[in-house]
Structure formats: C-alpha cells, structure tokens
C-alpha cells in the first residue's frame, strides 16, 4: 500500500516536469521483497489525476534507483497545463488498501515550448503546437552519441539551437538508451543511461528542440543487418522474429512500453514515439510481414491508452512505404531514403512524397535521408559541400512534406564539415510558413527552362521554392505566379543561409504576380501573403 505521497518541489507550475514520490509501506504488501519494481505484473503503482476543470486521466508511475536514493522509488512525472487546484489519487498494486489522495495547488507559468505537437486534423498534411500555429521540423538525427557524460549531444544541441533548428531523432539502442541491457523486465542496469536521457530531454527542451524517440532498431531482432541478436535478452526465443508473436515477449515489451511513457511521456517536447526503425530489416521480415504488422498495430493501440498526453505514434521501414502506415494508430509517414545521388532532389522528393501521401493520406516526414547510406565519407564524396541537405530540407517542405528531410550522418558528416549552418535558411524561413487550411501545389512558371519554380498555395498564401542550374556569375530570371492578385506582400530569401534577396521587380499583369530577379547565383524562396 502507498504510506505517502509528496511532490519534489515546493512549487508546482504549469508547463513544466514536476515529480512526485510515492513512498510504499512494503511491510503491508505481501512478499514485497521479492517483488521487481520494474515489472507491473509484479508491482506498479498508478493514479487517477483530477485536473482543476474535472479531467480526469490514469497515469502510471515508474521506479527508479539513482545516486540520491540507491534503494530506489517510485515516481510520477506530471506536466500540469492549467492552474489551479489538482488532486491524485494513487494506488499500488498488489494492494492491502484502497487509493490515497492529495490535493495541491499549480501555479500559473509561462510555457518555454510550443507545446505537444499534433497533426493539423483541417488538412491532414501537416503539424501544429500547442496553440494551433504550424509547426514545421527542420533537424537531422541525433540517433546516439559516443561518451557517457552528454558532452556530444550538448554541442550538436548547441548547433542545432544557432541555425533554428528545431527536432533531432534519438535510438534507445543496445549502446546507447535501451532499457533492455540485460534483462527484459528488471530495468537497473539501464538507471544510467536513463539518468542521461533524463538530462537530454530537459537539455533538448532548453535549446528548443522536439524529439523523436525511436524505441527499438532493427538490428537487435536480426542475424544478418547489424546484427545485436546475440547480445539481446530477447535471444531465448528460437528465432527473432518470434518476438512478435511470444505472447511473454509481447508481455514484457509492453511492460517496457509503460515504463518509457511513465518516465518520459510528461515531455512536451517529444514529438512522437517511433515504435520501431526499419522494421522490415528485421530477420523473416518477408515471411511474416502480417504478424509483425499486427504486432505494429498493437503495440501503436497500447501507446495511445497509457500516455495520456497523446504524442504522435510511427513507425518506419527502410523506404517511404509500409503496411503500417495504413494503421489507424499511426499518425504519420516516418519516410526513409537514400537514393537521392545523381537526382534532381528538388524535383524527384516532391514527386515521391505526393505519391506516399496519395497512398496513405498521412503527413509526410523524411526522418532519414541522403545521398548514400554506406557511410559519411560515401556521402561526403559525393556531396562535399552539403548542398543535398539544403535541397532534402526545401523540396520536402514547399513539395508537400510535413517538414525538412533529416539527414543521417550527424557525427562524421554534418559536424565534422561544419555543415550545420546548411539548415539555418530554413530554421530561419520555416517559422514564418503558415501551412493551415486547404492547401494545393502552385502553379506557377520560370522564363529559363534551365530552372524550376515549385510550391505551395493556400488562401491568401503562396510559397515557392526557385531551383535548377545556376551558373557561377548568375542568371536573370521571371518568376509569374498566376491568381495572385490579392498576394500583396513578397519577400525573397536565399534557401540555404536564409538571408534576404533584394535583387528583384515585382508588379502584377491582370491576375499574375511577375517577379523579375537578377543574377541568381542559389536556390529561393519566394513567400507571398496578404497583408
């Protein structure tokens, strides 16, 4: 039975972690100390929290050993979103007793975030925060990192945060945050690495910074595609694939999906929980798609009962296609490719994505992309001065994506090259971008075939995207954009640095807006509203 409860704090405020202990009277629960903490078959404590206006949502709490309290406890983490008062009613289980009550007080404070993020139900296609404004992720992976004190992930934070970039992908892989060291159910030798994922998402927040957080990779259920098998507790199972199927695997992973929302799913700044990476890489994927696609849809169904906060949900596999996507549990398409070398990015992308999204009428997000998945000196051959992640970011965004493609190759690609300031054009445009409402392509034409005008229409909107050859000494240009009478309001930036491009006559013929530029030497971008 629970003998206390008390908050860590000695002010609560909205928008923020706040922590409460539970402090359990293990003499009244019976063989208490042979009970695994970390099990909630065994032992689990949840509660029933009473939000000021008469919400009420189930939470579970999680248990936790660190440096401060060796033994170990229970926890809750709350995200409070209103002020006023609040009760939770909590009980543990197995119980001697019935539930115990407290009531506190929240005080109001500003949020230092956008909020959860959702899809924008008017138009399917993309995201908003908290307050209903768009929200467009421009980042790269984050997906691990190589010294134990976060002292690479503060850095890369630090870039990201300079050039506006906003989301980064984290793996809870086998070396990195995984909760499965060495044990499916008994989670301590992972406290570690879950102190400094702690540290990472408060760190994330700070710099404004969402993350995506991939909760298994392929290569710990296969022999053969970086393979982990032999080093995963799940390997007594005959094969890896049995995973999917073991009704005490499917136990205990769940088990481990509850513990990851109790422990993380207070973050406003996680943007969506990845169920699985590349699951398609995952060994007899080919021979037992339909149970593992159950298996999907299961594990999706189970996260949208226990987090109550109600983070997106997604999956992905090697490409831009897969059965999960069809699930009504998933949110949006996590798209992966690296077939982008030798190719128009700025043509072929937008040409991919209208045909994904055709296919499973969700938001589009590339959350891997490049030019050569073999290695960052493959890529950096290939693409030396980063110019296929300006192209992933803007023929992603302004060609019907939910966001800018995320490049892999974080470490010994983006930042050894210093390639980071490739993202602040958009991290600086992005944010301007008002994606809300029905939307279309644009249709609009470009006088030099060698060059190429996309984008994007809304009401009282136009955004396009200038690409193509451009020569070392630059190349005049007329941009015409029809049915823009009403757009009285253009400004041009350069895509890759964001900065302003002021070499240009703008008047309008009849409907058309006629914009002429001069020495184009870089890609555009081209916002038209109305004032």
């Known amino acids: 039975m629970i003998a206390r409860i008390a908050p860590l704090a000695p002010v609560l405020k909205t928008h923020e972690l706040s922590e409460f202990s539970v402090i359990l009277d293990y003499e009244r629960i ?97 995201f908003i925060d908290g307050d209903g404004k768009t929200f467009i992720p421009v980042g790269c992976n984050l997906a691990w990192g190589r010294d134990t004190d976060l002292a690479d992930y503060g850095r ?145 169904a189970y996260l949208k009962v226990v987090d109550n906060y109600r983070h997106l949900v997604t999956t992905s596999y090697y490409t831009e296609y897969g059965p999960a996507f069809n699930l009504p549990a998933i949110d949006f398409v996590s798209a992966h490719s690296y077939e982008y070398a030798g190719v128009d990015i700025y043509r072929y992308a937008p040409e991919k994505i209208a045909d994904v999204y055709a296919q499973y009428r969700k938001p589009v997000l590339y959350a891997e992309f490049g030019v050569s998945y073999r290695s960052a000196s493959d890529t950096y051959a290939i693409d030396p001065r980063g110019d296929a992640i300006t192209a992933g970011l803007w023929a992603a965004i302004l060609g019907g994506g939910a966001g800018g493609a995320m490049p892999w190759w974080w470490d010994n690609y983006i930042e050894r090259y210093n390639l980071f300031p490739r993202f602040k054009g958009a991290g600086i445009i992005a944010p301007a971008l008002d994606f809300r409402g029905p939307v279309a392509p644009l249709k609009a034409s470009v006088s030099d075939e060698s060059l190429r005008v996309f984008g994007l229409r809304f009401p009282g909107r136009v955004y396009a995207c200038l690409s193509g050859d451009f020569p070392e000494f630059g190349i005049d240009a007329r941009v015409i954009i029809p049915g823009a009478e009403s757009i009285d309001n253009f400004k041009i930036y350069d895509a890759a640095s964001g900065l302003s491009f002021n070499a240009y006559d703008l008047y309008y013929r009849e409907d058309e807006a006629v914009i002429d530029l001069a020495s184009v030497r870089a890609p555009l971008c081209i916002i038209g509203t109305r004032r």
Request: aromatic share 14%.
């Open 30 to 126: 019976p063989g208490a100390g042979k009970l695994n903490p970390y099990d909630d078959s065994e032992l689990a404590v949840e509660a029933v929290l009473r939000a000021p206006d008469g919400r009420e949502t189930v939470h579970p709490a999680f248990f936790a050993r660190h440096q401060d309290s060796p033994a170990g406890g229970f926890l809750f983490r709350f995200n409070f979103d209103v002020p006023g008062e609040w009760t939770l009613t909590a009980r543990s289980r197995p119980s001697a007793s019935g539930w115990t009550s407290l009531t506190f007080a929240v005080r109001e404070a500003p949020r230092r975030d956008r909020g959860l993020i959702d899809v924008d139900r008017e138009n399917g296609r993309y």
């Open 156 to 300: 890369w934070l630090s870039r990201l945060q300079e050039n506006g970039m906003n989301i980064a992908r984290v793996w809870l892989a086998p070396w990195s945050f995984a909760l499965h060291v060495d044990s499916c159910r008994d989670f301590s030798a992972a406290e570690p690495r879950l102190s400094r994922l702690d540290r990472l998402i408060e760190a994330a927040r700070a710099k404004g910074v969402y993350i995506i957080l991939t909760l298994l990779n392929h290569g710990q259920f296969s022999r053969t595609v970086n393979p982990t098998w032999d080093k995963n507790p799940y390997n007594y199972l005959p094969a890896p694939a049995d995973f999917f199927t073991d009704a005490g695997a499917r136990r205990a992973y769940f088990n481990e999906l509850r513990y990851i929302v109790a422990r993380y799913g207070y973050a406003s700044n996680l943007f969506a929980w990845e169920l699985f990476n590349e699951i398609d890489h995952v060994e007899d994927y080919a021979a037992r798609e339909q149970q593992i696609t159950a298996w999907l849809e299961n594990a999706a």
